[in-house]
């Protein structure tokens, strides 16, 4: 929803290049989640975010609470990176998690 | 491998019929949570159970209800199904609170109202 903003809406990369997702808040945010939505509709979780910085693999995402956004980080794309890329913003107030409305990413050989 | 169990994996049914969807998760949770994503694939918090309590409660028609009988089963009951009920429904757990709340999906089930 219009609380978390995801950008951009679609995406297509070359294999082997690289990129960046990236959400916004409009909402306090303490932690955020990362998915991957594949083309079964099961929902992958990539990261758990506090304020910070993960990497795993070829993916880093970043968490910047005071300017309320946070990053995914695609490098040396696959194939199989591709699918719908969700965050997921979880408030101070511990309401259920609020999700940006996707990133369609599409990696072409 | 998953530990979020959802059943039926695929739903048809005729508009005034009454489902109702499972959830199971073995993670040893202590919260669940009802999402429904549209076809435009937005996903919208329905419901929230917390150690057998509701906590969250978004404005969904009354015709959807949850049912929990312990903090491992949450239940999705629809009354009544509706057109506009075609969507993928969606089971998490979670701890509460704290730094360990993340989020685990079941892998969905697609209802398609006719």
């Known amino acids: 929803g219009d609380q978390v903003k995801q950008s951009p809406s679609a995406l297509s990369l070359q294999e082997g290049t690289n990129s960046a997702l990236r959400c916004n808040f409009s909402i306090a945010t303490t932690t955020v989640q990362w998915f991957l939505q594949n083309p079964r509709g099961s929902l992958m979780n990539l990261f758990y975010l506090v304020p910070g910085t993960k990497e795993n693999g070829r993916l880093k995402s970043t968490f910047n609470s005071k300017e309320s956004y946070s990053t995914l980080h695609i490098r040396d794309a696959q194939l199989e990176d591709s699918g719908t890329y969700f965050c997921?913003?979880?408030?101070?107030?511990?309401?259920?998690?609020?999700f940006g409305a996707g990133t369609k990413l599409t990696v072409k050989p | 491998e998953t530990a979020v169990f959802q059943t039926p994996n695929y739903h048809v049914t005729q508009v005034g019929n009454e489902v109702s969807f499972n959830c199971k998760q073995t993670l040893g949770h202590d919260t669940m949570y009802w999402y429904k994503q549209d076809s435009k694939k937005l996903l919208k918090i329905m419901f929230s159970?917390?150690?057998?309590?509701?906590?969250v409660n978004e404005t969904v028609p009354r015709r959807f209800s949850p049912q929990s009988s312990d903090k491992a089963h949450l239940n999705l009951r629809i009354k009544s199904v509706e057109p506009e009920d075609s969507a993928v429904y969606l089971c998490a757990s979670s701890y509460w609170g704290g730094h360990q709340d993340t989020q685990y999906f079941g892998p969905g089930t697609r209802l398609l109202v006719l």
């Open positions: 997921a913003a979880r408030g101070n107030n511990n309401n259920a998690p609020r």
């Open positions: 159970y917390n150690n057998k309590q509701l906590i």
